[in-house]
């Protein structure tokens, strides 16, 4: 597969780490009432949509950033590269 | 007999005799010969068995499709088995050998089989090894073993070497048949960047097997004059003896090129074969078609081939099987090869199913007759016709050519999700659903069976790839060809055929097909598995079809109904040494080396593998014989005076920024916001889900600046990991990270005398006195009069102990120093093996203990995770699951009868229980024999092992027969007090 990285433009998937679902990114705060569950949710349940899937590759052999890709589980085509960053800021982490 | 069977003309060079031997016997063939055309000329007909019933088999196609002439090639280490004779170019001083015979091809004992046929159909294997379980292993597999398989191996390494490559291209034409070289030459005259890849010597594909014309010249000789302008464009790279193996996501394909297969001696400085990785905007796939046989009694005697690839033996090899030959043919496509041959000499009759079929020269044509059977044991002899009117007549002939028309090659239409389709016009499937990404298809392989046709659509299909890419491309002139259209009406198999080969590798038979009907394996997934049709190295390339179209038959349905056929990476076997490349032996992967290696290897120094890295294990003196001597000696000495070990590979990690602190609290699990600058602090690092993930320091440099070392393993995934907490979760911290782990060499100097033979280095500005720099300090300073270094004082031998580290480049310069200074305390340098007893004699935790099942409950420091602040694990790691009262803890073991060791792995159970997985009490994570205390110990996990200290327990493996008492104790066999550290 080819990644069209945000910076570094076209790279080969070998380049990259696979880690899994970007709803990673959506750590829960440890201080809230029910946080135990929310991370439990948080580490084990997971999507397994055939279709459009928002996921984390890390560009290890390359300039080591995270990114979200999204990719078509059924047909492997990526219709979004974005840094998992801007992502993470977008979606209100901060600190 | 030298050439008996060679008719004039032909691609071949006379003025190049070529010398070659198979199964023993010398023969002679010309370039441009296959192994299998030159022995076809030579009148050699039988070359090989078949799998299962030793039945005698000569080449059924002259190409890739091959499935019966399989041999094995060259000699000695560079032997290869299972080798199609009909793709082989012929090399002078060729070594060929038959497979699947003993002990000659012409007597073959196993051929047994074919007289117990009835015993040996489809499921044979299922049915008949089924009980008892126990004869599984000892009886039935070596049998199998010894019947099954074709080639054998040389045992020996492969003595050649492999490459892999990587090209771009803006078109990738895949074939070089009439679609292909017009395809290609459009594209290029655009100005695209093509590559074009045929997996023949020859570029022209079918045009170099025909004698129509193309314009004014031969077929053969349009080609060769296609290929000449491409080779004269420096934006085309063509490329012969490729194969294009496979179709990859986004335009990426797979390509094994042939380098030095073709000669008599690979040039030491060449490898055997490519394997290129071709990134492509567009592809084009002008693969032609394969003809597919006619299923019938007694189809598979050497002499019987595809009428196509009897016709290319006599027009590219100017070779005939036979001199009086038959065609059978339920299409026009038959006629043309008896035309040719007749044109060079050779008798032909045509045998068509088709009863309005009419002789399109001058020849016999049986309209309407089917060939009802054949004779001759090791080659045809005769064929029995059954004609129209049910009278029977035989032929005498040696060579039988065969038509039931032609099959697209769909094969990379398929690789990703395409589905081909029935097409009624062209009796065939042909390619349809979604193709590889940029893939269009052309010619034959797209069911566009005329040359014309053919050359149209390969233009064609250039125009608008080279457009779609921004080009401009011009219509270049289609020249006329004068080749008919091929007239076909289906017909798949002989009524009434039992031993009527459909898969003649894997010598699948129409009884075997109607059986797994029979016993309903109907579905296309079952009748492959249960029958193996399709599946030997071929892939069926000749036989799925006409496998498909029986099941349709017998089942009373349509060909589309019963299903389609398949066909995934690769498109020919593919040699494992070019999927390895270069990684093999010693480069199988990369090997990293510390700044001591030379100077250890000087030592005479023991090494091994840690990770990508290599480490010395330990240093022998003259005089030691055994490992544990050495090991033991460096552990003494170390202790008693002072130790040097290289620990260069830990992971180093450089964390600055103002919220650098703040970083490290998210990821260790204990606190470090209020570590001052110069100190060093032991952290441990959780995954999300509570259990260790590493463990390591972190030294203060300055408010906002950490060095974190982590082990030599986890190096490379906890710098992955914190770059995941830095950037998804915490994307707003100041803090930058960048692994330094190559930029320092590091030497840890232990022992009582460490802080001695420091000073005799360090430059004399820097207070290193214990006032001055007590344990756990970390700090900047400069050594041997200016060199800039790191000094850290921590310990993981227990010992009064530090790490010096200074820029990678001084590391050979430094240990050299360091052992001269200590020289007067006989100082003493020590490998991973010495360092593995003393954290074990100390207690300290390592790979074996954070072993992805432990938590820090476990180790002993579940104290350490701080509830006071978020880190990565903590909120998990306080689950009911993981905070069993009865949970494992981390413990000393040392034998009751100290003369015995004591075993990593082994289990412990409480004296009296039974020994069973249910009454399990923990097991040994590491195990040494401590010099220090003159016996075996080891660290285990014990279920409440912290509140079991001075009990007995039976330690048990009954695998490797351990069997006796230890106790438990602290894991802190050596100064538990601490004192030695902060000495």
């Known amino acids: 597969m080819i990644i069209i990285h945000p910076l570094l433009g076209p790279r080969d998937s070998s380049e990259f780490i696979y880690k899994g ?29 055939a279709g459009l899937h928002r996921e984390l590759w890390y560009h290890e052999q390359g300039d080591r950033s995270w990114l979200v890709v999204t990719r078509d589980t059924t047909t492997h085509e990526i219709t979004q590269v974005e840094l998992a960053r801007d992502v993470a800021r977008r979606q209100g982490r901060s600190t | 007999m030298t050439n008996s069977n060679r ?69 000695g280490a560079a032997q290869e088995p299972n080798t199609r004779a009909t793709t082989a170019e012929l090399f002078d001083g060729l070594v060929a050998k038959s497979q699947n015979r003993w002990p000659s091809l012409a007597f073959d004992a196993m051929a047994i089989n074919d007289r117990l046929s009835n015993f040996l159909t489809a499921g044979f294997y299922y049915k008949t090894f089924m009980w008892p379980a126990a004869f599984w292993e000892k009886v039935y597999e070596p049998i199998i073993r010894k019947a099954a398989g074709l080639g054998t191996l040389s045992h020996d390494p492969d003595p050649d070497c492999y490459d892999k490559g990587f090209l771009h291209c803006d078109i990738l034409v ?135 690839s009897l016709r290319t033996y006599a027009n590219r090899w100017a070779v005939t099987p036979a001199h009086q030959v038959a065609v059978f043919t339920n299409n026009d496509d038959g006629h043309r090869t008896a035309i040719d041959l007749i044109t060079r000499g050779v008798t032909a009759t045509v045998i068509d199913t088709r009863m309005d079929a009419k002789s399109l020269g001058d020849y016999e044509t049986l309209a309407g007759g089917v060939v009802s059977d054949t004779a001759g044991r090791l080659g045809l002899t005769s064929v029995q016709v059954t004609l129209a009117n049910g009278a029977q007549r035989s032929l005498s002939v040696g060579a039988l050519g065969v038509s039931g028309g032609w099959n697209p090659n769909v094969h990379l239409t398929c690789h990703q999700r395409g589905r081909p389709a029935w097409d009624d016009r062209i009796h065939a499937f042909a390619p349809a659903g979604t193709l590889p990404a940029g893939m269009s298809v052309a010619g034959a392989a797209n069911g566009v069976f005329g040359t014309h046709d053919a050359l149209q659509s390969g233009h064609a299909a250039a125009i608008e790839a080279a457009a779609s890419l921004g080009f401009a491309p011009q219509s270049i002139d289609i020249p006329d060809t004068r ?55 071929d892939q069926g390339k000749t036989s799925n079809i006409a496998g498909l179209a029986i099941m349709a038959e017998v089942a009373g349905k349509s060909i589309p109904e019963v299903g389609t056929t398949m066909f995934r990476p690769p498109y020919t076997p593919v040699a494992l040494g070019a999927l390895a490349g270069r990684s093999r032996d010693q480069d199988f992967r990369p090997t990293r080396k510390t700044p001591s290696h030379r100077w250890a290897s000087e030592q005479g120094a023991v090494f091994v593998e840690v990770g990508l890295w290599l480490r010395a294990q330990y240093f022998p003196k003259p005089g ?40 490290l609290n998210k990821i260790y699990a204990n606190g470090f916001a209020k570590l001052p600058v110069g100190k060093t602090r032991y952290g441990l690092m959780l995954r999300e889900d509570g259990i260790a993930m590493d463990d390591g320091t972190a030294a203060r440099f300055a408010d906002d ?86 000094l850290f004082r ?107 060791p004591v075993p990593a792995g082994s289990h412990i159970m409480t004296k009296g229980d039974p020994v069973d997985a249910a009454h399990d009490q923990g097991y040994v994570t590491s195990a040494c024999y401590s010099p220090n205390l003159g016996h075996h110990i080891a660290l285990a996990f014990v279920k409440s092992g912290d509140t079991r200290l001075g009990e007995v327990v039976r330690l048990v493996s009954p695998l490797t027969g351990v069997d006796h008492d230890v106790e438990i104790v602290s894991a802190h066999f050596i100064d538990p007090e601490g004192d030695r550290l902060r000495a």
């Not at chain 1, 970007?22 to 397994?48: K, M």
């Not at chain 2, 008693?640 to 920024?657: A, H, N, R």
């Open chain 1, 21 to 49: 679902d970007a709803a990673l990114i959506n750590r829960p705060d440890w201080q809230a009432s029910d946080a135990l569950d929310q991370f439990i949710d948080y580490g084990y349940l997971r999507d397994n949509p």
């Open chain 2, 174 to 308: 895949i074939g070089a048949g009439p679609a292909g070289l017009i395809a290609a030459r459009t594209a290029a005259r655009a100005g695209a960047q093509v590559i074009l890849a045929d997996e023949d010597f020859r570029m022209g594909g079918r045009l170099n097997a025909e004698t129509f014309g193309i314009g004014d010249l031969g077929a053969p000789d349009w080609a060769a004059q296609q290929v000449a302008e491409l080779a004269s464009l420096p934006n085309v790279r063509l490329m012969t003896r490729t194969t294009v193996m496979g179709a990859y996501d986004h335009g990426i394909y797979g390509l094994v090129e042939r380098i030095t297969d073709h000669l008599p001696q690979s040039p030491a400085v060449k490898p055997r074969q490519i394997l290129w990785r071709v990134y492509s905007k567009r592809a084009i796939l002008a693969a032609g078609a394969t003809e597919r046989p006619i299923v019938f009694e007694n189809n598979d005697r050497p002499g019987i081939m595809l009428a196509g």
């Open chain 2, 624 to 663: 030691e014989t055994h490992w544990r001597q050495s090991v033991d000696r460096e552990v003494l000495q170390t202790r008693k005076s002072v130790g040097i070990c290289d620990v260069t590979t830990l992971g180093k990690i450089d964390v600055q920024g103002r919220d650098a602190a703040e970083f």
């Open chain 2, 794 to 900: 921590i310990s993981f031998s227990g010992e009064l102990a530090y790490e010096i580290a200074v820029p990678t480049r001084y590391g050979d310069a430094l240990i050299r120093r360091l052992l001269d200074a200590g020289q007067e305390f006989d100082a003493v340098v020590y490998g991973t093996e010495a360092l593995g007893v003393m954290r074990i004699e100390k207690g300290h935790a390592a790979g074996n203990e954070l072993n992805g099942t432990t938590t820090a409950l476990n180790l002993g420091m579940g104290r350490m995770v701080s509830t006071k602040k978020d880190s990565i694990g903590a909120t998990l790691s306080t689950r009911d699951g993981l905070n069993d009262p009865n949970a494992l803890k981390l413990v000393g073991l040392r034998p009751v009868d100290r003369t015995k």
């Open chain 2, 705 to 790: 600046h950490f060095v974190v070392t982590t082990t030599t393993a986890n190096a490379v995934s906890v710098y992955r990991h914190m770059e995941f907490v830095r950037q998804c979760l915490c994307p707003d911290m100041d803090v930058h990270l960048i692994s330094t782990t190559e930029a320092w060499a590091q030497y840890s100097v232990a022992g009582p005398n460490a802080r001695k033979l420091l000073q005799k280095i360090v430059d004399p500005e820097f207070d290193i006195s214990n006032d001055a720099f007590p344990y756990m300090a970390c700090g900047d300073i400069t050594v041997c009069g200016g060199l800039r270094a790191r």
């Open chain 2, 483 to 537: 080749d008919a259209p091929v007239n076909l009406t289906p017909f798949w198999h002989v009524a009434g055929a039992k031993r009527a080969w459909v898969d003649q590798q894997n010598d699948v038979t129409a009884k075997d097909i109607k059986l797994a009907h029979q016993e309903n394996f109907a579905s296309v997934e079952h009748l492959k598995r249960y029958t193996t049709l399709g599946m030997a190295t």
């Open chain 2, 7 to 75: 008719l004039s003309g032909g691609q071949i060079d006379r003025t190049k005799p070529l010398n070659f031997q198979f199964d023993g016997k010398s023969f002679q063939g010309y370039q441009g010969d296959t192994l299998a055309s030159a022995l076809l000329a030579n009148g050699v007909r039988l070359m090989g068995r078949s799998f299962k019933y030793h039945r005698p088999r000569g080449p059924m196609t002259a190409g890739s499709e091959e499935p019966n002439a399989i041999v094995e090639l060259r000699t």
